[in-house]
């Protein structure tokens, strides 16, 4: 979504937007299995910031008012990169 750049879905963050008083905010969801439109993100800091200049996250999300919040995602990003640099998620698993 940040960067444009091509890859598996299981090499992605799949994020979704959950609707509160105030506006939406963006959660993560490795599992890939809340309900809802949901878009794809690499777990990249670099490619973060390029979604959030971009404002891309509410077109993908389709959210038509205000800017989301995105506290929670850039925590998760931040927690993931920091402890194992891996994807977390189905296709991250052994096999």
Same mark, same amino acid.
């Given at each position: ?50 979604? /959030? ?39 991250? /698993?052994?096999?």
């Amino acid at each position: 979504m940040g960067c444009r750049r091509r890859a598996p879905a299981a090499e992605l963050l799949r994020i979704i937007a959950i609707e509160n008083g105030a506006g939406h905010s963006l959660s993560p969801d490795p599992g890939r299995n809340r309900p809802g439109r949901g878009a794809h993100l690499h777990l990249d800091p670099a490619c973060f910031t390029l979604a /959030q200049r971009r404002r891309a996250f509410g077109r993908a999300l389709r959210i038509t008012t205000g800017a989301p919040d995105t506290g929670e995602l850039a925590e998760y990003l931040r927690a993931s990169t920091t402890t194992s640099g891996h994807p977390t998620g189905r296709g991250s /698993q052994a096999r």
